[in-house]
């Protein structure tokens, strides 16, 4: 079954508590990203990596990590510094010098803290 | 990345034809306009993309003025199952791409 993944669809987590979302693909995209969606919102850019072992900053990175070992997997970890984590995440592929910027998204991480 | 403004919600009816208008005055000349829909609780999905004029594919239209300041998606005959969040993006998609996401529009199509 080719596409994105996510998982876990959802997670609960106790403040303090640093946790891992995971996002794989058997596309062959460079480009993999984390967006962040609060209830009403649009969706806010964590991080993206363009290319294996780099990735860059979003527009909301503090208190978020990433890593980029395998061209197939994007996982985000959720820290503690992360102030307000409780949202939904979403993980996208696509976009880069060889595409013409459609992205495709998983199904979503929501992570509540309690 | 030039900024998009959309209508916050839109009502229709069934059967009706919508047209969503999103502006994007800072447009740059290597930009390229794209549609995308949302489903509560789903991820985003392409509808269509656009650089000038009209594109036209199997789920909708996208009209394009000579300007390029703004843009139109044209959804035709909806149904309850278009009640969705529609966004309009613009961007280049040749290298350091990032994506910048609004509130979108709300569609609400009733019976």
């Known amino acids: 079954d080719g596409g994105i993944t996510q998982s876990p669809k959802y997670l609960f987590r106790k403040e303090g508590q640093n946790v891992t979302l995971s996002c794989e693909q058997n596309l062959n995209h460079d480009a993999m990203y984390w967006y962040r969606q609060d209830p009403g919102q649009g969706l806010r850019l964590i991080y993206y990596?363009?290319?294996?072992?780099?990735?860059q900053k979003g527009d909301i990175a503090e208190g978020y990590s990433v890593s980029r070992e395998k061209k197939e997997s994007f996982p985000l970890t959720v820290t503690s510094a992360q102030k307000n984590p409780t949202a939904f995440y979403l993980c996208?592929?696509?976009?880069?010098?060889?595409?013409?910027?459609?992205?495709?998204f998983g199904e979503g991480s929501r992570l509540t803290v309690l | 990345l030039a900024k998009t403004t959309q209508p916050i919600s839109m009502d229709s009816y069934e059967g009706q034809e919508v047209n969503i208008t999103c502006s994007h005055n800072n447009i740059a000349t290597n930009d390229y306009i794209t549609w995308y829909q949302q489903f509560p609780s789903q991820g985003p999905r392409f509808i269509i993309q656009g650089y000038k004029t009209k594109v036209t594919n199997e789920v909708a239209s996208l009209f394009i003025p000579a300007d390029r300041k703004s843009s139109t998606l044209s959804l035709p005959r909806v149904s309850l199952s278009d009640t969705a969040v529609y966004y309009c993006?613009?961007?280049?998609?040749?290298?350091?791409?990032?994506?910048?996401f609004g509130a979108g529009t709300r569609l609400f199509v009733k019976a």
């Open positions: 993006l613009v961007g280049d998609w040749s290298g350091g791409f990032k994506t910048i």
């Open positions: 990596s363009q290319i294996v072992n780099d990735f």
């Open positions: 996208a592929i696509g976009g880069g010098l060889s595409n013409t910027g459609e992205l495709f």
